[in-house]
């Protein structure tokens, strides 16, 4: 007997579950520690943060824990739904780990442009710049991580290469 087939659409669906994880990670979570660190400045909390016996490195550090735990989260609601595209065929798991952990290391970085960003503003004037900088890497980053995990079985070796390069030097 003819046995039904059902169409593999894991891929397709994986990335568009994975977009939609990778725009809080890539643009929500760096845009509000931006926000965080500049209200610091203007909101005039800076000085009795700095009076404390806490350091400076207590402070990053404590921002970026508070961004990466959103972040946390957002990957525990939405991880289910990435493993999901799974059962529906088309896709491995060592892709679906890869793009998890690519997008981790990618929020963790854009955390870091976030607050290099935040704390050079010092005047309000010099927010918009901050902001579109963070923009700009923001954006840039999330339209690489949707473009290319999705994809990642039909890039060549010069793509690695490259895209490895560019890795090397932005780090």
């Given at each position: 007997?003819?046995?039904?087939?059902?169409?593999?659409?894991?891929?397709?669906?994986?990335g568009l579950?994975?977009?939609?994880l990778?725009?809080?990670?890539?643009?929500?979570i760096?845009?509000?520690?931006?926000?965080?660190?500049?209200?610091?400045?203007?909101?005039?909390?800076?000085?009795?943060?700095?009076?404390?016996?806490?350091?400076?490195?207590?402070?990053?550090?404590?921002?970026?824990?508070?961004?990466?735990?959103?972040?946390?989260?957002?990957?525990?609601?939405l991880?289910?739904?990435?493993?999901?595209t799974?059962?529906?065929?088309?896709?491995?798991?060592?892709?679906?780990?890869?793009?998890?952990?690519?997008?981790?290391?990618?929020?963790?970085?854009?955390?870091?442009?976030a607050?290099?960003?935040?704390?050079?503003?010092?005047?309000?004037a010099w927010?918009?710049f901050?902001m579109?900088?963070?923009m700009?890497?923001?954006?840039?980053?999330?339209?690489?991580l949707?473009?290319?995990?999705?994809?990642?079985e039909?890039?060549?070796a010069?793509?690695?290469?490259g895209?490895?390069?560019?890795?090397?030097?932005g780090?």
């Amino acid at each position: 007997y003819d046995q039904v087939r059902q169409p593999e659409i894991g891929d397709s669906m994986f990335g568009l579950f994975y977009a939609v994880l990778a725009f809080p990670l890539c643009v929500v979570i760096p845009f509000g520690l931006f926000r965080s660190m500049t209200s610091e400045f203007v909101g005039s909390t800076w000085e009795l943060l700095v009076v404390t016996p806490m350091g400076a490195s207590k402070i990053v550090r404590g921002k970026v824990a508070s961004a990466m735990l959103q972040g946390a989260i957002f990957m525990a609601l939405l991880a289910p739904f990435l493993c999901f595209t799974w059962l529906l065929k088309g896709i491995g798991v060592v892709q679906i780990v890869t793009g998890l952990v690519l997008l981790a290391i990618m929020s963790f970085s854009l955390c870091h442009l976030a607050l290099f960003c935040g704390s050079l503003v010092r005047k309000a004037a010099w927010q918009g710049f901050g902001m579109i900088v963070l923009m700009i890497g923001s954006l840039f980053a999330w339209g690489v991580l949707i473009g290319v995990v999705p994809n990642v079985e039909e890039l060549g070796a010069e793509v690695w290469i490259g895209g490895g390069i560019c890795f090397g030097i932005g780090l």
